[in-house]
């Protein structure tokens, strides 16, 4: 049973406009979320992360929304870069865990 | 420059046979970690550790050994009861538990 899901598994987006990577969660005990990003063959790198008692966490072109009620959030990216193809992760934690979501691959397109 | 280290970069297996996956870091994070990632799957958590010589299953534990005799140091050993052992390792560290983990550069494991 998948606490954390992301069921895109892929996005494509034109250069310049917004991304939008969408998570969904059902645990409502989870008080902290983050995103990474993977490059193939690397590591995840550390992204952004929200608590659960904010809306929104914004960093450079990073804003991370997160909407309890709905239990779901969001990663946008503005504008989108060439770089920014990769795959993202969400994730989420409570007091003994994370738990990361299986992934979206965002493609930015020329 | 602080980080976490993982080698060898690339892991053959033949059949039957034990292999040992690295990871060092020089963060002063009290907590390891060891995850699995299959293509189309979520990372995977194998073995945690909260603490020097101290660890936990994950969720797979099954078919792998761990560590944790240095607080730099977290190996993963691979043991032939691991039946499906081919997949891309990653090893993090976070300052204490569940707190933003921070990942090495991972370690692809194939079988011959």
């Known amino acids: 049973d998948q606490q954390v899901k992301q069921n895109s598994p892929s996005l494509s987006v034109q250069e310049g406009r917004i991304s939008i990577l969408n998570c969904d969660y059902t645990?409502?005990?989870?008080?902290?979320f983050l995103w990474y990003k993977k490059y193939p063959a690397e590591g995840p790198t550390f992204l952004i992360s929200i608590s659960s008692i904010k809306d929104k966490n914004e960093d450079g072109r990073f804003t991370v929304f997160l909407n309890k009620s709905a239990k779901h959030l969001s990663l946008h990216i503005v504008p989108s870069q060439p770089g920014d193809s990769a795959v993202y992760f969400c994730a989420a934690s409570e007091d003994d865990k994370i738990i990361f979501g299986k992934g979206t691959r965002l493609h930015i397109l020329p | 420059d602080g980080g976490i280290t993982q080698s060898p970069k690339y892991l053959f297996r033949k059949e039957g046979q034990n292999v040992t996956l690295s990871c060092e870091q020089n963060?002063?994070?009290?907590?390891m970690y060891w995850y699995r990632q299959d293509p189309g799957q979520g990372l995977r958590l194998i073995y945690y550790s909260q603490i020097v010589n101290d660890f936990q299953k994950g969720d797979i534990a099954e078919g792998y050994s761990v560590s944790r005799e240095k607080k730099e140091s977290f190996p993963l050993t691979v043991t032939s009861a691991q039946k499906n052992p081919t997949a891309f390792y990653l090893c993090?560290?976070?300052?204490?538990?569940?707190?933003?983990?921070?990942f090495g550069p991972g370690t692809r494991l194939l079988v011959l």
């Open positions: 645990n409502s005990m989870f008080d902290y």
């Open positions: 993090a560290s976070s300052r204490s538990w569940a707190e933003t983990q921070y």
């Open positions: 963060l002063n994070h009290d907590a």
